[in-house]
Nanobody, 122 residues
Framework: QLQLVESGGGLVQSGGSLRLSCAAS????????MGWYRQAPGIQRELVAA??????????NYGDSVKGRFTISRDNAKNEVYLQMNNVRPEDTGVYYC?????????????WGQGTQVTVSA
């Protein structure tokens, strides 16, 4: 099975930067859609960013609140995905989860990491 492990979370001041990493094992990510989601207590989990596989040009999609500030990227040779967070705001605080999805025929598979806490101080 596919395992995802996030790292890089922590405490950062408003306006600062943070880089999250997601290391995958158990499956090559070259044909997998990868995403970052975040969740705060009592708030529904929301999409932060997603990136398509190389065969789809590694197209990206971002949540409206992070456009122009966050960048998702992938290194398929290392089987890793990253989220570069710049000019962070207190409202960016939450648990960030790495997500992977792919299809084998008509069957969809989805995996989640354990999450990493990001706290932005004012």
């Amino acid at each position: 099975q596919l395992q995802l492990v996030e790292s890089g979370g922590g405490l950062v001041q408003s306006g600062g930067s943070l880089r999250l990493s997601c290391a995958a094992s158990g499956r090559i990510l070259s044909d997998v859609i990868m995403g970052w989601y975040r969740q705060a207590p009592g708030i529904q989990r929301e999409l932060v960013a997603a990136v398509a596989p190389p065969r789809h040009g590694e197209q990206t999609n971002y949540g409206d609140s992070v456009k122009g500030r966050f960048t998702i990227s992938r290194d398929n040779a290392k089987n890793e995905v990253y989220l570069q967070m710049n000019n962070v705001r207190p409202e960016d605080t939450g648990v960030y989860y790495c997500q992977a999805e792919y299809w084998i025929g008509p069957n969809r598979f989805e995996y989640w990491g354990q999450g990493t806490q990001v706290t932005v101080s004012a």
